[in-house]
T-cell receptor, first 115, second 107 residues
Framework: DTGVSQDPRHKITKRGQNVTFRCDPISEHNRLYWYRQTLGQGPEFLTYFQNEAQLEKSRLLSDRFSAERPKGSFSTLEIQRTEQGDSAMYLC?????????????FGEGSRLTVL | KNEVEQSPQNLTAQEGEFITINCSYSVGISALHWLQQHPGGGIVSLFMLSSGKKKHGRLIATINIQEKHSSLHITASHPRDSAVYICAVPGTYKYIFGTGTRLKVLA
């Protein structure tokens, strides 16, 4: 399977715990995006990487959230001291960005439930 | 005003009907995405187009760059087409998503 893969697919945690999600993009893709989606809403941009560099971080992303993309391959999104409001689907997408666009490929998402 | 607007927000159709979903955007773009998300499912890319028309099975997407408008058509709609359809345009460095059109096709 050469698509975007995310792990875990589902995570249930207690408030205050830390969680980490992993995204493996399509191998030749230079851009990797993290989005958050709550029920009935469209994807909200969280952050994106161009290769290993994190170039933009949304104001939605509090200091409890951190993302990395070491070596420009897979990425991790960590949420510290989770709150019930963090419950959402966390989506990863990647693209081969050339010139001004690149087709976006999404993973299946990691669903977080904070109790 | 959102940079990407979709209409309608919700659409219910009978099986077999021809369906049109519209997307208007205010930013200059080089291409536009149509995406599909089934209830509880992941997001799948349907089309990426920069001009004219693309067809895949019963799905047809058109774009008019000058008018900043794109349409997604579904011919001979089927209950399995029930999903949220989202258009997305590349901004300076990230995609901007429309609010989505929730389609329900009744048998």
């Amino acid at each position: 399977d050469t698509g975007v893969s995310q792990d875990p697919r589902h995570k249930i945690t207690k408030r205050g715990q830390n969680v980490t999600f992993r995204c493996d993009p399509i191998s030749e893709h230079n851009r990797l995006y993290w989005y958050r989606q709550t029920l009935g809403q469209g994807p909200e941009f969280l952050t994106y990487f161009q290769n290993e560099a994190q170039l933009e971080k949304s104001r939605l992303l509090s200091d409890r959230f951190s993302a990395e993309r070491p070596k420009g391959s897979f990425s991790t999104l960590e949420i510290q001291r989770t709150e019930q409001g963090d419950s959402a689907m966390y989506l990863c997408a990647s693209s081969l960005w050339t010139s001004r666009s690149g087709e976006l490929f999404f993973g299946e998402g990691s669903r977080l439930t904070v109790l | 005003k959102n940079e990407v607007e979709q209409s309608p927000q919700n659409l219910t159709a009978q099986e077999g009907e021809f369906i049109t979903i519209n997307c208007s955007y205010s930013v200059g773009i080089s291409a536009l995405h149509w995406l599909q998300q089934h209830p509880g499912g992941g997001i799948v890319s349907l089309f990426m187009l920069s001009s004219g028309k693309k067809k895949h099975g019963r799905l047809i997407a058109t774009i008019n760059i000058q008018e900043k408008h794109s349409s997604l058509h579904i011919t001979a709609s089927h209950p399995r087409d029930s999903a949220v359809y989202i258009c997305a345009v590349p901004g300076t460095y990230k995609y901007i998503f429309g609010t989505g059109t929730r389609l329900k096709v009744l048998a």
